[in-house]
Structures are given as structure tokens and as C-alpha cells.
């Protein structure tokens, strides 16, 4: 946006201020939920009064245009209402949970996938999407991990800025172009036992090098609002959190669009036990500087006797208003009211770019005796079992609102299209649900036991993960493991595809099954490209954004841990098994272990395995030291040593081994999805500079700090490809 045209709008900003009553202005701060593809007689009042600002959850098209025609014809000052829904991961078309988009590694492709459900929630009506949630999320247990780019700051920070510009697009104003909204401000994702809501305490170092920096990242992109988070962060709610919400995000990032609240959690603050009565929770968010409250009537009630008691000055009150007037004046929602909602796009393109990005949300955990890809050719028969092998609802995951299932295509009907009629599928649903606990499962063993392939399809249904939707045992539920079992009990060839809304712990299945597909929820093109990948037409490609852990009680566990002062080495970690009766403690290794579980994590952060297999080598380092103002390229050859082309995700990462506050084991810092022919062989450089380096040390300022560096390349987190350099301080 051009200086003068911000200058415009300030201007028209601080005019609108003067003219508008209290009442006005404490309306614009309140948002209310749609009734619903009708408009009540109070609701017209409340627009016509100008005592309410947004609107969420309504997204009939008719009754938004009737509503909008009266906050603009019929209201005082004609200030449009801003229309808000859940647009999470696509909005008639449903694309993968987020946490699959972040197994593309792709930002291109989750920008585009947000660009169609931001066209598509446009063409309804709707200006605003409560996304990207860019909550850190180390806990599988946690219901919203679905929601999350999973659990390192690199990647969602890239993911974040990606889905913001995406739903934004290049002109805000466009009508195809709806407004973003980073959630959960802060912390959400540290809920403690991974049970939704739970207190976080997250120290301001911890907090700052982790938790905010995709919510930095989303600013830097442009996103226009906020949303706090329901928790509480170091025994402040952080929806009156006046460390969050005035000192990092107004001064620290001169952030100049809205806050708004999360449902109710205004009034919420007292049943935190921050405040005694309504009043108090209007008067410490607003102090805090929370903007807007969603769903909740703490501000309307009460924001006025503050600001006529002396306690809340209309300065503050114009601050806030002025903010949200900033954003909707950013969307041109005056002009936008005027015209008629954009089409909404092509079914085919939504389709093809729902498809592209399930195919590269897909990461292959196993393949023995490479049973994929699956020769077609060769088949006669393919049996297809399981209860998520043919539900176009339950491939969708959580917060789909507004997705039609209809426009599902299920595993089942892509083998069976994809199979032709020569190929005899059996299709055996073995289970109601996921959840279900008894079956018998010999139709689907006899099924097997005729085929040349039992491709199984199992995981969590929908309702198992999202807001609220939290498990303590991550195993495959209901009597899954059993159905496994008693498949691989057959001994046809057994495929396992999950589709899941969180990382599961597959110990007790890894070892029944030749090979494993990771499908997260999918989407609507699930099937499609889920077959496209058995079938070898396309070459998986993604890779973990979060570490699986091998049990739950492992959990919290994630690759960019700290090294601790006693790390366990493989010499040193003893099992329960080895140990003699009446052993002396101080034979137990003393580090950082379990006794009764291998401490690393089932699969790694960053893996996932290829049609084809890459080789990497000669890692260089441009020069052994780098100067503070200077960079370094850190470059390593990458070979494509298997039969197919494929895609290969490439990875940096850096340790700095010496920091004022301890620094993690390794960071990523970079990635590329380099694509390879059989035998091809890449040179792929990424340049370092002091600010990759920087982080909040013990002054809790961000600064990189000189001394040695470890950088490694590779195709997971776990590579061991080493080259280092020095940071140093330039002689003067
Ligand atoms: C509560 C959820 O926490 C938030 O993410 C969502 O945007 C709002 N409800 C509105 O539905």
C-alpha cells in the first residue's frame, strides 16, 4: 500500500473517531454470531445502531448482503461489517489438514491451496478466515495438532507466511481476497498433557525463540489480524496478556491491524480466576489491548461505564477502534459492499490443486522389498479393507464446516477407476468406525487371503482430532491393530495406509505391515492421490513436520531439543531388560534416558522415504569463518541413486554449539524440493547469514553470537553430512 494512500486512510480513520458516539465505537469492537441464514429483527437493530462491528459464522450470501446493507445504507456512518469463519484447510473443497501441507514442505503449494479457499469463501460472502493457526505443536495428543505446521519454528514461520499471503493475496481489496488471522496468540500449543485449553508456562526465552516466531514470520508477510489463544501463558490468560499483546506485538513489531479474542475467552478470564466479574475482564483485555471480543458481551456490557469511571480513557478505546477500522478499510469493504461477490473458482482447478497438494502431503514411512509401488500390471486381485477406505466424509479431518463430501473422491473409487475392470477389488470395511472395538475380521482375512495385495486403510476418524478433541493413548484406536494383525496373519502382502489428524505411535503395527503410507486427513482428493502414489505414478515426497514418538510417554519430544549436561550416547543408555537384580544405581548410565523405551523418536522429524533413494555428499562450507555483516553458502551434493525421478526435500540445519542461553541440538534452517531423474546428480547451496544465526539470548534480545558453528545437509533430521565454520566479530 502506497505512503499516501495509508495516509488517506489514517486520515479518514481519525475522522470517523471524531464523529462516532461511544456507543459506536465499543459496537465496532464487538463481534456477534450469525443467526444463521436469517436476519432477526435484533440483529438488524444492533447493525443499524452501529453496535456491532463483524459478524461470524454466517455465510449464506443473501443474508450477509441484506446485513451489509444495512450496517452501509442504514447505520449512522455506514461502517461495514467484516463477516468471519473457520476457512482452516479449504472451504467447499477440502484440502489436507494443515499438518499434511507441512509435509509438502511446499509453500507454493499451501499459498495456492489458501488462495482457493480464500476465492472460494469469497465467493460466499465472507472477508475473513480465522488462519493460519501457527501454534508450535509437540504434542500428538493435542486435538489441534492437526491444525499445526507441526513442530519447528522454521518451518511453520515459512508455512505461516505462505497461508497469509495466500488467503490475502496480492491486493487485499481484491474480492477474491479475504483477511488472515494468526492464532493462537500464544502459546496454545504448549497445553500442558496436550489436553485442549490447559495452562502453558513457557518461559520468555523459550517463548521467544520458539512459540512467536511464526507469528513474526506472519506479520513480516502482512497478515491483518490476530487471535489470542483460550490459555493462560505463565499465569497470565493471554487474552489480557499485556506482555503479548501491547510490548511484543504493537512495540516490538509495530503490528497495525486487529486483535480479536478467541470465543467468549473475555468473559473466560474469570473463570481463569484473573478477575471477579465481567467488568474486570472487559477492563484488563482492553487495557492489555485486545481489540475485538468474539462471541461475548464483556465490552458491550461494561466498556462504557469504564471509559465514564475514568478507568479506560477514549484514547485507548480510539486505538482500538482505529485498528479495526485500519483493517477494513485495508479490505475495502465499503467499495466490496457495493458489488456483487466474486464466482467462485473452477471446479476442476479446486480439484487439481486439492489433488497436488494431498499427493505431496503423503509420507512413506516403510517399504520392504519395495512392495510400492504396485505393478498393475501384474495384479489380479487387491484387496481393499478398512474403515477409512471408502468414507468421503471422515478423509475430510476436523474443521470442515463447510466442505462438501460430496465432492469426496475415497481410496476405494480411485483403485477401482484407477484398476480398471481386469483387476478383481474386494473391498472389506472390517470395522464400523475406527472407534469400533468389536468385529470379526474374517471377511476381510479371506479377502486378503485372495489377493495379491491387502492394501488396508486405517486411522482416526475425524471427530478424533480438532478443538476439544484431545487422546492420552495415540495408539490406533478401537480394534485396528487387531485388523492389522490378523491381515498380516495371511501373509499376503499388506500395505497400511493412516489417515490420522495427528502423528499416531505405530510400534505395534510397524512391524505387521511391509509398508506404510501416512495420508493425515487428506481432503477431497484423498483417493485419488493416494492411488496416484501406490500405483508409482507419482513418487511420495513429503516428510514428518513432527517427530512420531514410539510411545506416549515420551511425549513432549521433538528433534530441536537441548543437549543437557548428561545427553544419553548410544554406550550409555541401559534397558530394563540388561539390568541385574540389586545392580547398583550408578550402573544405570546417568543420562538422559528411559529404561524401558529407546529415546529417539519412531521416525524423525524431516523423514520420509522415496520411490527412488538420494545420496548426499561433499558437504562445503564457502569459508571456515564468517564475519557478522558477512554470509557463508553452506553446499552439499544430492544424487538421485534409485530407478525413478523423484522429489527430494533438502535440508539444513545448524547447531551453534556455545550460546548465552543453551541453543538446541540442531535447527533447521533451510529447505528445497530439488527434483531428480535416475542418476542425476545436484549441487544445492544455501546461504547463511548472521541473521539465520540470531536468537534471544540471556538479554532476551535477538542477536546472533559469535563462536563455532555445525551445519549439516541431508534428507532428515537425523543426517550426519557435518560441515562447520566460526562466527566472529569483525576486527575493527
Ligand atoms: C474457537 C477456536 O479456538 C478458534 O480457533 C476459532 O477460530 C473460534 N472458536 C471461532 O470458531
Known sequence: MSRETNEATERQIRSLLQRMTLAEKIGQMTQLNGDEGRVSDALADRVRSGTVGSILNEVDGPTQQALQRIATEESRLGIPLIFGRDVIHGFRTILPIPLGQAASWNPQTVREGARLAAAEAAASGLQWTFAPMVDIARDPRWGRVAESFGEDPHLASVMAAAMVK??????????????????????????????????????????RNVYLRPFKAAVDAGVMTFMTSFSDLDGVPATANAFLLTTVLRKEWGFDGFVVSDWDS?????????????RESAFEAVTAGLDMEMAGDAYLSHLSALVEAGRVTVAQIDERVGNILRVKARLGLSDRARTPPCSPPEPASARAIAKRAAVESLVLLRNDHRVLPLDRAALDSVAVIGPMADDGYEQLGTWI?????ARSVTPLAALVEGLGPGVDVRYVRGLETTR????????????????????????????????????????????????????????????????????????????????????????????????????????????????????????????NHKNTGRPASP?????????????????????????????????????????????????EVSAPQMDMAGSVTVSASVSNSGPVAAV???????????????RPVKELKGFRRVELSPGQSKRVAFVLTADDLAFYGRNQRRAAEPGEFHVWIGGCSTTELRGEFRLRVEDR
Open 571 to 619: 554406550g550409555s543408555v541401559v534397558s530394563i531388560e540388561s539390568i541385574e537384580s540389586r545392580a547398583p544405581q550408578t550402573s544405570f548410565g546417568m543420562t538422559s534416558f528411559y529404561l524401558d523405551v529407546d529415546p529417539t523418536p519412531l521416525f524423525p522429524f524431516g523423514y520420509g522415504l522415496s520411490y527412488s533413494s538420494f545420496e548426499y555428499a561433499d558437504i
Open 166 to 207: 495466500g488467503f490475502q493475496g496480492p491486493d487485499p481489496t481484491a474480492p477474491d481476497a479475504i483477511a488472515a488471522c494468526v492464532k493462537h496468540f500464544a502459546g496454545y500449543g504448549a497445553s500442558e498433557s496436550g489436553k485442549d485449553y490447559n495452562t502453558t508456562n513457557i518461559p520468555e526465552n523459550e517463548l
Open 648 to 662: 527430494e526435500v533438502v535440508q539444513l540445519y545448524v547447531r551453534d554449539l556455545v550460546g548465552s542461553t543453551t
Open 436 to 559: 469400533s472395538r468389536t468385529a470379526t475380521f474374517d471377511e476381510a482375512a479371506t479377502a486378503a487371503e485372495a489377493a495379491d495385495v491387502a492394501l488396508l486403510f486405517v486411522g482416526e476418524e475425524s471427530i478424533l482430532s480438532g478443538e476439544a478433541h484431545c487422546r492420552a493413548d495415540i495408539d490406533l484406536p478401537g480394534a485396528q491393530v487387531e485388523l492389522v494383525r490378523r491381515i498380516r496373519r495371511t501373509g499376503t502382502p499388506t500395505v497400511a495406509v493412516i489417515m490420522a489428524g495427528r502423528p499416531l505411535t505405530l510400534t505395534n503395527v510397524f512391524d505387521e505391515v511391509d509398508a506404510l503410507l501416512y495420508a493425515w486427513h487428506p481432503g477431497a482428493m484423498g483417493g485419488p492421490a493416494i492411488a496416484d502414489v501406490l500405483f508409482g505414478i507419482e513418487s511420495p515426497s513429503g516428510k514428518l513436520p513432527i517427530s512420531f514418538p514410539r510411545v506416549a510417554g515420551q511425549i513432549p519430544i521433538y528433534y
Open 266 to 278: 473475555v468473559r473466560q478470564l474469570a473463570v481463569h480466576g484473573m478477575t471477579e466479574t465481567d
Open 401 to 405: 464446516f463447510d466442505g462438501d463430501p
